[in-house]
C-alpha cells in the first residue's frame, strides 16, 4: 500500500511542499514543488488543512502518575515534600490501576500528536511485579511506539534514601527482573515497536552499585540508560552529603558518561559539567512544564547543545506537569528559554526539532523522528480551523505560537491510529470514565 500525504498547508521537512509517500510502514518518498510521486500510489490523502510533522517523541514520563494528578496532598510544594507526600499514596498502586494508567496517559500523548513515548517505571510495590509487561502489552494494543525504562528504587529511609520501604526491591530482584523484561522485549533493531531502557529512579532513591551494574547490563543488552539527574538543589546537596560529590560525578563514577544515557531534566550543571556531558554525547530530556510546576529551575538547553550534548522534551509525571501533551511540552519549552536567553536564540524550529528528533536521540533512535525517505511512517497532523489559529500566517509557527494541543490524525508505522482528533480503534469516553473511577482509589 503507497499513501501519498498530499499537499500539505505546511509541513517539517525541506522540499516536501507536495507532501510524501508512505510505503508499508516507512517514508518512501518526499514530493518537491511542482513534482509527483515517482511511481503510482494507492491513496491519495488530501493534507491542504493539515501541518504535517513527525510524530513526538516523549522522553520523560511516569504513566502512574496519571491517577493523581492535581492531588491536594501534594499541589504547591517543591519536589522532595511533594514526593514524600505521593510515595504512601502511590504505594497502593495495584496491576489493574497501573494498566488503566498506561492506556489512558498513552492515548493522551497520541492525543497529542506524539507517535513514540517513554516510560520511566520505577514503582514496584508488592503485587506490581509486572509492571513492564503490562506497559508493553498496552503500547503494542495501541499501536504506539514506546521506550518502557525499567525503574528501580534500593534506597529507602532506612539507609539514608527519600523513599519509604514499601515502594523499594533490593538490588538483585532488580538486576534480575531488568535482565528478564531485556531479554523478552527489547528490540534493537531499526523500525522497532518495543525498547527496554533501564532506569535506577535518581540519586536519592538508589545506591550507587545499583547505577554501575545497570550500565553493565545495559552494555550487555545494547540499550539506553536513564535517570533523574540535577533537577533540584535539595539533590544536590544529597549528593555531597551521601557521597561527597556532585551528581554529575556520580554519573561518571558508575559508569553512566555515554550516548547510551538519557536524564531526566538536567537542570543543575555548572559550565564545566555541560562540558563533559556535550564531550560524553549524553542526552537530556528538558522537562520545562514540571520545572515551573514544582519550581526547580531552568535546564541550560543552549549551553548544553552548543557543547555537544542532545537535548529533547519530555512532559514529566502527571503529578507534576500535569498533563501530558506534547505540544504544550514544545510551547513550554521555548517561553520558558526565551526568559533566559531571549527571544531570538529559540525558535518554535528548535522546539519542534528537541520534540522530534533530539527525543528520538535520547532513546537511540535514528528511525524516528525526522520526514526522510527511509524513516519510519510516524507523522502527526493538525488542523488550524481552532479560533485560537484564525488570522496566523505562519502555520509551522502557529502550532506552537497559538498553542496547538490536539493532532486531528496521527499515524504510526504507517496506520492511522488517531482521525479527526479521537483514537482510531476504540472509544476515548469509555476509557477516561473507567481511568477516573480507579483515581478514586488513590483520594
Ligand atoms: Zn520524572
Given at each position: ?37 515517482s ?31 492535581a ?10 515534600p511533594?514526593?514524600?507526600a ?30 513514540t ?10 503485587g506490581l ?30 539507609d ?11 538490588e538483585?530482584?532488580?538486576l ?44 550487555r ?41 538519557w ?52 512532559v ?6 500535569d ?48 520526514l ?50 479521537a ?5 476515548l ?15
Amino acid at each position: 500500500m503507497r499513501i501519498w500525504i498530499k499537499d500539505p498547508l505546511a509541513i517539517l521537512a525541506a522540499d516536501a511542499a507536495r507532501g510524501l509517500v508512505v510505503e508499508g510502514t516507512r517514508i518512501v518518498e518526499l514530493v518537491a514543488a511542482g513534482g509527483a510521486p515517482s511511481a503510482p500510489v494507492d491513496v491519495e490523502f488530501d493534507a491542504s488543512r493539515h501541518v504535517v510533522l513527525p510524530g513526538l517523541v516523549n522522553a520523560h514520563h511516569h504513566f502512574y502518575q496519571t491517577l493523581t494528578r492535581a492531588h491536594p496532598s501534594a499541589i504547591n510544594r517543591e519536589l522532595f515534600p511533594w514526593l514524600s507526600a505521593l510515595y504512601p499514596i502511590w504505594a497502593r498502586l495495584k496491576p489493574g490501576h497501573l494498566r488503566l494508567a498506561v492506556r489512558l496517559a498513552l492515548t493522551e500523548l497520541m492525543l497529542s500528536g506524539c507517535t513514540t513515548a517513554a516510560d520511566h517505571h520505577y514503582l514496584f510495590p508488592p503485587g506490581l511485579e509486572n509492571a513492564v509487561d503490562i506497559e508493553v502489552e498496552e503500547a503494542r494494543a495501541l499501536g504506539i511506539r514506546m521506550t518502557v525504562t525499567r525503574g528501580s528504587m534500593n534506597l529507602s529511609e532506612k539507609d539514608g534514601g527519600l523513599p519509604p520501604d514499601s515502594v523499594v526491591q533490593d538490588e538483585e530482584t532488580i538486576l534480575a527482573d531488568s535482565e528478564r523484561v531485556l531479554k523478552l522485549f527489547h528490540d534493537p533493531k531499526p523500525g522497532a515497536q518495543i525498547r527496554i531502557a533501564l532506569g535506577p529512579c535518581s540519586p536519592f532513591t538508589v545506591g550507587k552499585r545499583l547505577m554501575s551494574e545497570s550500565a553493565r547490563l545495559a552494555e550487555r543488552y545494547d540499550c539506553q540508560l536513564h535517570t533523574h539527574l540535577c533537577e533540584t538543589q535539595d539533590e544536590e546537596r544529597f549528593c555531597l552529603d551521601m557521597y561527597k560529590v556532585r551528581p554529575v560525578d556520580l554519573l561518571e563514577e558508575t559508569g553512566w558518561m555515554s550516548k547510551r544515557t538519557w536524564l531526566a531534566h538536567g537542570i543543575h550543571f555548572n559550565s564545566e559539567e555541560i562540558g563533559r556531558l556535550g564531550r560524553a554525547g549524553v542526552g537530556v530530556g528538558h522537562c520545562a512544564a514540571s520545572n515551573m510546576v514544582l519550581a526547580s529551575g531552568t535546564c541550560r538547553t543552549c549551553e548544553l547543545e552548543a557543547a555537544g550534548a542532545t537535548v529533547g522534551l519530555g512532559v514529566d509525571g502527571s503529578a507534576s506537569n500535569d498533563s501530558s501533551n506534547m505540544m504544550e511540552a514544545a510551547r513550554h519549552a521555548l517561553m520558558i528559554g526565551r526568559l533566559r536567553y531571549g527571544a531570538s536564540a529559540i525558535t518554535h524550529l528548535d522546539v519542534l526539532r528537541w520534540g522530534t528528533e533530539g527525543s528520538a536521540r535520547c532513546l537511540g533512535r535514528d528511525d524516528i523522528g525526522r520526514l526522510a525517505p527511509g524513516l519510519e511512517a510516524d507523522l502527526a497532523l493538525y488542523t488550524l480551523d481552532e479560533p485560537r489559529f484564525s488570522g496566523a500566517h505562519d502555520p509551522l509557527a502557529a502550532l506552537v505560537l497559538c498553542g496547538a494541543h490536539r493532532a486531528d490524525r496521527v499515524m504510526i508505522a504507517g496506520r492511522w491510529r488517531v482521525v479527526d482528533g479521537a483514537p482510531a480503534d476504540f472509544d476515548l469516553g469509555e476509557l477516561v470514565a473507567a481511568h477516573k473511577a480507579a483515581a478514586r482509589d488513590f483520594a
